[in-house]
Structures are given as C-alpha cells and as structure tokens.
C-alpha cells in the first residue's frame, strides 16, 4: 500500500510539485502585475497601456483558467497543509509564510470583487483611471488596504522561492541581484500608485481626460442597481464564507484529531537523556520541536536535503516504510538500514533517535554564515598535498627547527590556496587539505587547483634551495588533486568548528596524494580534473589506479615536478 501511495498521483512528491507549480503561476502573475503598477511613474495612460498587454495574457479563457485553477489548487494545498503539521513549533520564516497565505485571500477578495468578478458580471471599467480614482480619492482606506496586501503576496511570494531556490548551487552567484529585485518591485509600484493618485487627484486632471467616461463609469448596473449590488453582495459572501468555512474546518478538524490523539501517544528519546512525548503521527523532526530541541532542517522538512536524518537506535524493522520520496533522498546519501529522514518518518510505537547532524546553540558566531550553516551537497574540487619523507627530515631535528619548517611550509601552501581562489580546510601533520569550488564553478575550481599546485611546487623548490644547507634532503612535496561532489557543512565543536568536507570525493583526492608519493611524482590528477579544467595533457603520462571501496580503476595523470608549470601554462594558452 506504501509503494502504491508513493507513486499516485497523491503522492508528497506530486502534490508538492503542484504546491510549487500553482505558486510559480502566482508569482508570475503578481511580477507583471507590480510592472504594470511602475509604470504609473510615467504616466497613467502608460500603466493602461501595460494593462491592456496584462490583461491580454490574463484575461482570456485560458488564462483565467490557468491563473484561478492556481489560485484555487493552491489555496487547497495550504490549508492542507496546515491541517497535516502535527506541531504549530516551526521556524519563523515558515510562520510567516504560512500566515501571510492565509491572510491574502482576506485582503484580496473585496478587490477581485470589484474588479474582475464586477466587469465580467456587468462590464465594469476597471481601468487605472477608475480604480486609482476609487481607492485613492473615494475610499483611501481600502487603497491603503490594497498596499498591504500587495507587500503580503509579494514577501510571500519571495520567501517561497527563496526557499525553492537557496540550495541550487548557482542561487548565491544571482542572490543579490534577486534581493534588489524583491525590493524595488514593490516600492516603484507601491510609488506608481501613489503618483497616479496625485494626478487623478489634481484639478487640472479633470480637463485633460473624458470624466464623463468615469462618471459613466460610476453610473453603471455596478454602482444604480439595486439587483447588481444584491449580486455582488451575494458573491462577496460566497468568497469570504467559503474561505472562513475551509479555515473553520481546518482548525475544527485539528482540534478534533488532538483530542482524540492525546490518549495514544508515543515516545521519541534521544541521547542526551531528552524523552518527549507526542501523539501517534507526528513525525521525528515535529517531536523535536515541539520539546524545543534544536535539530536542522534545512528545506523545511520538505525531505530533501537530507540534514534532519536521524539514526534509529532502538527497532527499527517495524517502522513505516520510507516513501518515493524519501527513498531517494536516502539512496542519494547512501544511508544505512537505520537511517531516516526526521521530517518524513512517523514512528508508530516508542523509539530512540540519534540526530546525526547536530544543531549546536552557536552564540559566538553570525547567523546564516558559513560557519553555523548544516551540510549540503556540493561540486567541489580537493587538493590534498603532504611533503614526502618527513620523518626522515625532521628525526635529527630540534623541536623549534621542525616548527619553523611547518611554518615556512603552512604559510606558502595558504598562500598558493588563497591566491588561487580556493579556501584551507586543515593542517594535519606535514599534510594540508584545501578546497575549491565553492563559491564557482566545478572548472574553475579545477583550474583553481591547478594554479595553487603549480605555485606550491614551484615554491617547495625555492624554500627547499634556500633550507639545503640546513636540511638532510631535498624538499618534495606530493599533491593529489580530485573534483565530483560532496557535503560542506560546518564540523566541530563550541568555538572549534569550521567549514570542511566529507565523502567520497575527498577519500580519492587523499588516495592520489599517496599514488603521488608510490610514482615519486610531484603531482597526480584525475582524468575528471584535467577534462573539467581543459589541462593540456600531452605527453603526460596516465595510469589507472585502484581506489578502496570502487570497484573500477581511476584513470589519473602523474605530473613531475618540472611539468606542473607547463601544465597550468598550456590551460592557459
């Protein structure tokens, strides 16, 4: 029965899909709406002359169709989906997304009414010159009206797709233009109204246009007849009761459901001894809010990034199965038998969870930054880079000389890494890991790489030229160079946390810093890299190597020393 819920029409995925796809109607609609309202700073006759392109793609069967089937589908699926979250304990970013839906129909329908629904009952001209002159000189109340409900659609309109957009890995690269956007839409129409009113409002205004077409206007069926106002009075009820009965049954239906829940309840526990009881169908992640229980949930427990995962450390063979959806959010990660995703599982009997990504209180640290952010899923490319017999350098030396020569070393390789563009993860020992890619493009973290493994070769030399008196060898340094995804996220703990990554790309990178050293060679790339960053690889020499835990050899090119230059010096070219 799970499989076939999974894969009907019904399914989370598909509804979702039609949630995004009714607002992505909205907001497209609401953004030609607000351009039409700028272009009041004009001039009226210019923002008619934008309403008539408007309503040319609006007006007409079938975009009245598409448009109000949006409206209507998703109105549904909001108050659905208030009526199935368990908890009212969210963060206040979906607090306000999900009062400020409610709240729209409520401001909007008096101005559908007057407009839409009044010229397709009784022709109506519901052009700016009449609508500005109502609102702003007849009843300036409900124009102020009609500005809070146009910042109400539109903030929520931007959270909704900032949350669809934020994890894309190209959203940070435009996020800034999108933010200027979202604030200057609203205030240029918010301003072209208000200019329109002026010149409506100005006396000379009455000889520059036909105001017996206004007052024509006014004396239509809509305004004198007494049947018209008995309609529209009759269809103004029949929104607002319609609306007012689908909220009443949302909040009767919960309160209906809690009472009969809170005599069969369930525990969920947790390692830190925390023990919070919930009634049967509220999922993990509602049960953690709801004990206040801090527990990332990065897209609103909409099973999809997977950092609300939790491990299940009591049964877990009798649970409900994971649906379409959350089955392949824990294929992607490749989770264990025992792991779940919070926001989907709905435990049905008493039950320990372990969340594997921890949601520290950080008070020392910025919000929304790098450092306090949850792991997500990257393309990003590794450098992994280690000076090759160090042992034996350093086994007839003081202490102080062997941190001297850590420090000379550390601070050229950050200083190659940072030049390049990319970001130091982590001295360990002799070794270092840098990362590249993330804030650009898989090319040209690879090109990055490139560049800071040529300057860090280039500098060994001349650091181990000016020590080669001191030294017992020569300098060598080995670099392994990989690219493909894996999950960024902040790691550590208290004031020891930093961004760094984990996963199968970062477990090749450091098998080629070793083949490096097993080749005696300077540098060892995978074929990925030199395709993605165009590296001129003639007359390199190619291997295949075995990596643990794939059953495929690695193709990679082992570059010697006195080629890294000519390398980076041909992508150049």
């Known amino acids: 029965m799970a499989t076939i819920a999974a894969t009907s029409i019904f399914s989370e995925r598909s509804i979702r899909r039609a949630r995004l796809g009714s607002g992505l109607v909205m907001f497209l609609f609401v953004l030609l709406h607000l351009s039409n309202h700028a272009l009041g700073l004009i001039s009226v006759s210019a923002a008619d002359d934008g309403r008539r392109l408007f309503l040319a793609v609006w007006r007409n069967p079938l975009g009245t169709t598409v448009f109000y089937g949006a409206v209507l589908v998703h109105i549904t699926l909001v108050l659905r989906a208030v009526y199935i979250r368990r908890s009212l304990v969210m963060p206040a970013g979906e607090m306000a997304q999900i009062v400020l839906g409610i709240s729209i129909p409520l401001l909007l329908m008096d101005h559908v009414i007057g407009t839409r629904i009044a010229h397709t009952l009784f022709h109506y001209r519901d052009d700016y010159e009449t609508i500005v002159r109502l609102l702003w000189i007849t009843t300036p109340a409900s124009g102020w009206r009609q500005v809070a409900a146009l910042l109400a659609v539109w903030i929520h309109g931007c959270i909704g797709l900032h949350f669809w957009l934020r994890y894309r890995p190209w959203y940070d690269s435009i996020a800034a233009l999108l933010l200027a956007v979202a604030i200057l839409l609203p205030v240029l129409a918010i301003l072209g109204f208000i200019e329109m009113g002026r010149t409506i409002a100005e006396p000379a205004y009455e000889g520059m246009v036909n105001t017996d077409r206004y007052l024509d206007n006014l004396n239509t069926r809509h305004y004198s007849d007494p049947e018209a106002q008995r309609q529209l009075a009759m269809v103004r009820a029949g929104l607002y009761g319609s609306f007012s009965g689908a909220l009443l049954i949302v909040v009767g239906a919960r309160s209906w459901r809690r009472w009969r829940e809170r005599v069969n309840q369930i525990t969920v526990r947790y390692p830190g001894g925390e023990a919070i009881s919930v009634p049967r169908g509220f999922t993990v992640l509602e049960a953690s809010r709801l004990g206040g229980l801090p527990h990332y949930s990065v897209c609103g427990g909409k099973g999809q990034c997977s950092t609300c995962r939790v491990q299940i450390l009591s049964r877990f063979d009798d649970l409900p199965p994971p649906d379409k959806l959350e089955q392949s959010t824990l294929k992607r990660i490749k989770a264990a038998a025992?792991?779940?995703?919070?926001?989907?599982?709905?435990?049905?009997?008493?039950?320990?969870?372990?969340?594997?990504?921890?949601?520290?209180?950080?008070?020392?640290?910025?919000?929304?930054?790098?450092?306090?952010s949850p792991g997500r899923e990257r393309e990003i490319t590794i450098l992994f880079c280690?000076?090759?017999?160090?042992?034996?350098?350093?086994?007839?030396?003081?202490?102080?000389?062997?941190?001297?020569?850590?420090?000379?070393?550390?601070?050229?390789?950050?200083?190659?890494?940072?030049?390049?563009?990319?970001?130091?993860?982590?001295?360990?020992?002799?070794?270092?890991?840098?990362?590249?890619?993330?804030?650009?493009?898989?090319?040209?973290?690879?090109?990055?790489?490139?560049?800071?493994?040529?300057?860090?070769?280039?500098?060994?030399?001349?650091?181990?030229?000016?020590?080669?008196?001191?030294?017992?060898?020569?300098?060598?340094?080995?670099?392994?160079?990989?690219?493909?995804?894996?999950?960024?996220?902040?790691?550590?703990?208290?004031?020891?946390?930093?961004?760094?990554?984990?996963?199968?790309?970062?477990?090749?990178?450091?098998?080629?810093?070793?083949?490096?050293?097993?080749?005696?060679?300077?540098?060892?790339?995978?074929?990925?890299?030199?395709?993605?960053?165009?590296?001129?690889?003639?007359?390199?020499?190619?291997?295949?190597?075995?990596?643990?835990?794939?059953?495929?050899?690695?193709?990679?090119?082992?570059?010697?020393?006195?080629?890294?230059?000519?390398?980076?010096?041909?992508?150049?070219?």
């Open 338 to 372: 025992d792991v779940r995703l919070a926001c989907q599982l709905r435990p049905t009997h008493d039950l320990t969870v372990a969340p594997l990504l921890i949601a520290a209180t950080e008070t020392t640290l910025p919000p929304n930054t790098q450092e306090t």
């Open 386 to 573: 280690d000076i090759r017999h160090f042992t034996s350098l350093t086994e007839t030396r003081l202490p102080f000389d062997i941190v001297f020569l850590l420090n000379r070393y550390f601070a050229l390789v950050g200083n190659a890494v940072e030049k390049s563009g990319g970001r130091i993860d982590k001295f360990i020992g002799d070794g270092a890991m840098a990362l590249f890619g993330i804030g650009s493009s898989p090319e040209e973290a690879c090109r990055q790489a490139l560049a800071a493994a040529a300057a860090i070769v280039r500098d060994i030399e001349k650091l181990g030229a000016e020590l080669s008196d001191e030294l017992s060898m020569p300098l060598h340094i080995a670099i392994g160079i990989h690219t493909g995804p894996a999950v960024v996220g902040t790691l550590g703990y208290g004031r020891v946390r930093s961004l760094t990554a984990i996963g199968d790309t970062v477990n090749v990178a450091s098998r080629l810093e070793t083949a490096a050293k097993e080749f005696d060679a300077a540098i060892v790339i995978s074929e990925t890299v030199a395709n993605l960053s165009g590296a001129d690889t003639a007359g390199v020499e190619s291997r295949e190597i075995s990596v643990r835990g794939r059953a495929l050899p690695l193709k990679v090119y082992v570059i010697p020393s006195d080629k890294a230059a000519a390398l980076v010096e041909g992508k150049d070219a």
